[in-house]
């Protein structure tokens, strides 16, 4: 538990906030940007209508023709959480809408690599969908679109990953990351009617959408289309909800209203079977599920299926109505993200080991301003959350590469970028100076991934550092943590921490509220091997109850101390009690 930079947010001002919002609650909001009218437009009915997303019209118009003409229409989805909640988004919000003729499928990660491949089409069996309808995946499959015309199938492509030069020849797409004039739905379209929308003038609010909740609007869309305002497409919130937070996208105001409508139905118990399967496996209570609850208990344990093994096991938990059937299903996965968990620590410690071998060879300044690792047993499917916690660990942009299968000479590769680094822009930057070193790129700003032979490896690593140093001066190289200042005296109480939990949604871009005070140290002891049990006691106040997870290494103690923490509350027999969850220690 390393001492960082704590800098606070500027004091904002927090009138005219609903008298019964707790004023802690109210404070914080105000320092995340947001106002009392923001906050009163917080309802499904104020969530930004569909029309902004482009190629809604014309997917609309082939799915509804597909329905009228009892049409098979297969939903491939991605290999991660976000594909996997919105298939199952797709799969029961076309039910609804009266699609009978439904199949899915997900590839997998090994041997048929990632979205819409030709591998996956050439495995598609007879009888073969007429349609075929990607999730959260193909905005980059120009050869697998191209498999599926040749053999006579069209395709729908729903994606939200950010587009390249051209587009694939698809029969129509929906991304929220293109903006566009409405293109014919009869003939394929091209790299000319559809752009980027960095290459527009105003950007699309709808922008920030994951996979699934790309796919809710076009079931909203779809839904107009049929006249079918009676069916209920709030059921499937929960999944979008899931989606969302697990593939941290952005919570922009359009995407807390979706999640906290999701976290809504799952307190209520109105969720699907299978994550009310999940939370009981990781023994949490629906009624007090969070976002945090979504990011950092569900959602690991569907990703670990594509990670591991099958993401299919994921989806057909999402799309269970069995509570049996969705219990044993959840079990598989949580055992699965057991054996990820193991897993991932041996390959997080090799990879801190070759940085640290790199430093001891060259210098404890020569650390790389774009950091790429490589270790030939490394699993492809865990390479992301190796250079995720690499990337927080280093601050600083992480490539980490492990072998397509035993040993392939093709590497598969997940980055993972600080602020202030765009990933996909920079790979584009590498292929453009470096034609055919990446064999394939695709993602965000702040993730991405990437495939491209062994022997291009050392190369890569030249270009992507060259690029992070154009790019990064050294400011956005220094390590520090946001704080929303000092807690009052009185502001230590249960039912401020309660507020806290159940406020935001927060998440990636609304980040979920931490303070620093200073407190001396009343009391301390450790609890299973590695974590400290404190009591803590402000200037002026009431001891509190701490918990420090994985900061045995900080003892001894100073008697006096400053702590960034967080608001917890420690449920205990169905009662709840302020705890303050540490992360940060260093002598006051």
Not at 239 to 256: E, F, K, P, S, Y
Not at 337 to 346: G, K, M, S, V, W
Not at 561 to 580: H, V
């Amino acid at each position: 538990m390393n001492a960082i930079e704590i800098r606070r947010r500027a004091p904002v001002e927090s009138a005219g906030w609903p008298a019964d919002l707790h004023p802690l609650l109210a404070r914080i909001y105000a320092l995340r940007g947001l106002d009392p009218a923001a906050l009163a437009r917080s309802r499904l009915a104020d969530l930004v209508p569909p029309e902004p997303m482009a190629g809604l019209a014309q997917a609309c118009e082939v799915l509804a023709d597909a329905i009228a003409r009892d049409l098979a229409i297969c939903v491939v989805g991605d290999f991660d959480a976000d594909g996997a909640t919105g298939t199952a988004v797709a799969v029961r919000g076309l039910r609804l809408l009266g699609a009978r003729r439904l199949s899915w499928r997900v590839p997998h990660r090994a041997r048929e690599g990632y979205g819409l491949s030709p591998a996956l089409v050439d495995s598609l069996q007879e009888p073969l969908p007429d349609l075929i309808l990607t999730v959260d995946n193909g905005i980059a499959a120009h050869a697998g679109v191209a498999a599926a015309a040749a053999r006579g199938m069209r395709v729908i492509v729903t994606d939200h990953h950010l587009p390249g030069a051209t587009l694939p020849a698809a029969a129509a797409i929906v991304n929220p990351n293109l903006a566009a004039p409405a293109p014919r739905v009869d003939e394929p379209i091209g790299h000319d009617e559809l752009t980027p929308l960095a290459a527009t003038s105003q950007a699309n609010p709808l922008r920030q959408l994951c996979g699934a909740g790309v796919m809710f609007y076009l079931l909203l869309a779809l839904r107009a289309r049929l006249q079918r305002r009676e069916v209920d497409l709030a059921s499937v919130l929960d999944l979008v909800a899931l989606g969302t937070v697990a593939d941290l996208v952005a919570l922009d105001h359009n995407n807390r209203i979706l999640v906290a409508a999701g976290l809504r139905r799952i307190r209520a118990r109105r969720c699907c079977a299978g994550i009310l399967a999940l939370l009981d496996c990781a023994g949490r209570d629906p009624a007090r599920t969070t976002a945090a609850d979504l990011g950092y208990v569900l959602g690991p344990r569907i990703n670990a299926a594509g990670r591991l093994e099958d993401m299919g096991i994921g989806i057909e938990c999402l799309l269970s109505d069995d509570a049996v059937q969705a219990a044993d299903l959840a079990a598989r996965l949580s055992a699965i993200n057991t054996q990820r968990q193991e897993l991932q620590a041996d390959m997080v410690e090799q990879g801190e080991a070759l940085v640290a071998s790199y430093l001891t060879r060259h210098g404890a300044d020569a650390l790389p301003h774009g950091v790429v690792l490589h270790e030939a047993d490394w699993h492809p499917g865990v390479v992301g959350l190796v250079a995720s916690r690499l990337k927080e660990r280093l601050h600083r942009p992480v490539v980490a590469c492990a072998p397509a299968a035993p040993g392939s000479s093709e590497l598969r590769a997940s980055a993972r970028s600080i602020a202030g680094f765009h990933l996909r822009d920079a790979l584009a930057e590498v292929d453009a100076r470096c034609p055919g070193l990446i064999a394939r790129f695709g993602g965000h700003a702040m993730a991405a991934g990437l495939t491209l032979e062994y022997r291009d490896l050392a190369r890569f690593a030249a270009e992507f550092d060259a690029v992070a140093r154009r790019h990064l001066d050294p400011q956005a190289l220094e390590r520090f943590v946001w704080s929303d200042g000092e807690l009052a005296v009185d502001e230590f109480t249960a039912a401020a921490a309660h507020a806290l939990r159940y406020g935001g949604p927060w998440g990636q871009g609304f980040a979920e509220p931490q303070f620093d005070n200073e407190f001396t140290v009343e009391s301390v002891r450790v609890v299973g091997d590695r974590h400290l049990k404190l009591r803590l006691r402000p200037p002026g106040g009431e001891a509190v109850d701490a918990i420090a997870f994985g900061a045995r290494d900080c003892l001894p103690l100073a008697p006096r101390l400053r702590a960034l923490f967080q608001l917890d509350l420690n449920d205990w027999n169905g009662r709840e009690s302020l705890q303050l969850l540490i992360r940060q220690l260093a002598p006051a």
